[in-house]
């Protein structure tokens, strides 16, 4: 929105230039994104607090979690309104890679939203059902992934891209909407499975944004794209753009969230940001990177498969808990100490995702 006024005082006065590099507006972004967060911080917390808005808290999990019960939560709204207001400000509205991914979030948000107010506001316990809310996800990524197959105008946009590998490309063809829609759907879903402990979902979700960012700015770029052998997707570095508002929104609500938490992001956050990362590395076709990067949220994924499945098959747990998290509770492991060592891990796992950029 402001790229437009920046482009009429332009013509006014030359420097105004600057606000033409991505860098800048990305820089810029993620600064109003996490003043956002700041100011209506406080407010949101003190809202859902009067509103008695608060986390219940399950009767079999760890008994440290108890004393969690009334936190508030639906916090996930004020980095939604973080990143939505900032993209909006910031990035080149006629780029349609922006409203694909401000739409697909901000769907997946509403239907966490919904959710967590039949938990909290209507005290049902369970939400949504597993059916209801599998059923609008899939809706929301179905209409994504055909709408973005059917708008291709290069074969780079529907191809899958295979890290590490500089030669090998396959084409999906049709395949390409089912891996859009399982990439995002199971994203949203692996992110929200995360999100148990203070402050756990949400660093590596800030990690993985930025990682994704450069790769959105490089495919974007003739040269870069070039030069390190990935596809060139153009106008796709707009998208470092939402990818800044991402970080600097996660930083603010990170601010309240950290241990002990003062506010919860919900399903209403963890939905909306799984979908987001999922939808980010599909149109920069880095969904192999994502899967490596996000290895947190695949651990913690897998780890609900493989107990469930356990259980009915065997009638035994391989884990004490699952999500995995709890397992290294139960286990006596610190809130705290889990969840710094899985923003590591994070950490190192972003940075052998954006190694593939070079080793080819």
Not at 323 to 345: D, S, T
Request: neutral net charge; proline residues 3%.
């Amino acid at each position: 929105m402001l790229l437009y006024l920046a482009d009429f005082l332009m013509s006014l006065d030359g420097s105004f230039r600057v606000f033409q590099y991505l860098t800048f507006r990305a820089i810029l972004g993620t600064l109003t994104a996490l003043i956002i967060s700041f100011m209506i911080g406080p407010w949101m917390i003190r809202k859902l607090t009067l509103d008695k808005i608060g986390q219940s808290v399950r009767d079999d999990g760890p008994e440290t979690h108890f004393k969690k019960a009334g936190t508030p939560t639906m916090g996930g709204t004020l980095i939604l309104v973080a990143i939505t207001v900032s993209t909006l400000l910031w990035a080149n509205l006629e780029n349609r890679y922006i409203w694909v991914v401000l739409l697909v979030t901000g769907g997946f948000g509403i239907i966490g939203f919904i959710d967590d107010y039949k938990k909290v506001m209507m005290g049902n316990s369970d939400g949504l059902s597993s059916r209801s809310k599998y059923l609008y996800q899939s809706i929301v990524g179905l209409f994504a992934s055909v709408f973005l197959y059917h708008s291709a105008s290069l074969p780079a946009e529907t191809q899958l891209i295979v890290p590490f590998f500089k030669d090998i490309v396959l084409e999906l063809g049709w395949g390409y909407i089912v891996l859009s829609y399982l990439v995002i759907v199971g994203t949203s879903n692996a992110v929200n499975l995360t999100d148990g402990l203070d402050g756990l979902a949400i660093m590596p979700t800030v990690m993985i944004a930025a990682g994704m960012g450069i790769f959105a700015y490089l495919s974007g770029h003739v040269d870069f794209s070039q030069y390190l052998g990935i596809p060139y997707l153009p106008n796709s570095g707009e998208l470092i753009i939402f990818c800044g508002a991402l970080v600097g929104s996660g930083l603010g609500f990170l601010w309240f969230n950290t241990y002990p938490a003062m506010v919860f992001m919900g399903d209403v956050g963890s939905l909306a940001l799984g979908a987001g990362l999922g939808v980010l590395a599909i149109l920069v076709r880095q969904e192999l990177v994502l899967f490596i990067m996000g290895g947190i949220f695949v651990i913690e994924t897998l780890s609900v498969i493989i107990q469930v499945t356990s259980f009915k098959l065997r009638g035994k747990r391989v884990f004490k808990m699952a999500p995995i998290h709890h397992h290294y509770e139960l286990k006596g492991w610190p809130e705290p100490r889990i969840i710094v060592r899985f923003w590591i891990i994070t950490f190192i796992l972003v940075l052998v995702g954006l190694a593939s950029l070079k080793l080819r």
